[in-house]
């Protein structure tokens, strides 16, 4: 049975009072029979993990680097991380393959580092609008989730978050058939590769506009253990709903 994840992604968004909706989030969910991340950037990571201490609530990073130390001016180590009070880090979003280049070799490579600092790693995959509609989609996700994916994965190190890149702050999602066709093929990949135990025990998100109007439909859709939210993870009055209504779907599963 696998723990269904709510999973929040701060991107380059929020300071120090941000900080006070954690407390909420920490106040309305504590003892929530699903787990709750928050990524915020990296500079409030220490201050959010000591506000998360002793709640049901994990915090995590946004990227790091697949070194464990060196000359790399302006990155961050997954060790840095989970120093700093991380449990959990995101790899490869699409932004930062678009921004930064980052290829599923870099992000299988962080992966790895990941693992070895004992960290979760959420590995993104999603399709292009241009390769949905060519219908390459199962291609691309194929050859991300085998390139992505490092050997060292386990349910416990590893979830995959499914983002379609046209979906992520859009206000576009795909239908729940679009998103049940991918989340079945990843389970079936990773079965293939990892074996029944590891490949059943993966958690898949989905990712691309989730908000408290949509929750409920992709929450029921095979194989989707709980969403990564981006922009409605940044108020706690989108997300604790967001919360919500994935505590149902566990309590009905
Ligand atoms: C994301 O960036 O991971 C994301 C899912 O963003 P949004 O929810 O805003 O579409």
């Known amino acids: 049975m696998r723990r269904k994840l709510a999973a929040g992604n701060w991107k380059m968004n929020g300071g120090k009072a941000e900080l006070d909706g954690l ?11 699903v787990d709750i991340l928050i990524c915020p950037p990296f ?5 959010a993990a000591q506000q998360a201490e002793g709640h049901a609530l994990a915090i995590g990073g946004q990227d790091c680097h697949a070194s464990e ?3 790399h001016t302006g990155d961050i180590s997954a060790r840095m991380l989970a120093e700093a009070g991380a449990t959990a880090v995101i790899l490869g979003h699409s932004e930062r393959r678009a921004d930064h280049g980052e290829t599923s070799d870099d992000v299988r490579a962080k992966a790895r580092a990941a693992h070895a600092a004992g960290l979760i790693a959420v590995i993104c995959v999603g399709e292009s609008l241009e390769q949905r509609e060519a219908q390459n989609t199962l ?6 989730i085998s390139s992505s994916v490092p050997d060292t994965a386990t349910g416990e190190n590893t979830v995959i978050a499914y983002e379609p890149c046209w979906a992520i702050g859009t206000g576009l999602t795909p239908t729940s058939d679009q998103i049940g066709e991918v989340h079945d093929f990843i389970r079936t990949r990773l079965e293939k590769r990892f074996g029944a135990g590891v490949g059943r025990s993966v958690r898949l998100l989905y990712g691309g506009s989730v908000k408290p109007g949509n929750a409920a439909e992709i929450f029921t859709v095979s194989n989707v253990d709980g969403a990564l939210v981006g922009g409605a993870s940044l108020k706690v009055d989108d997300f604790s709903p967001i919360v919500s209504v994935l505590e149902g779907a566990a309590n009905a599963s």
């Open 69 to 71: 130390a060196g000359a």
């Open 43 to 47: 500079t409030l990571i220490g201050a």
């Open 139 to 144: 291609d691309i996700i194929g050859g991300q």
């Open 23 to 33: 407390a909420t989030l920490c106040a309305e969910h504590d003892g929530a029979a």
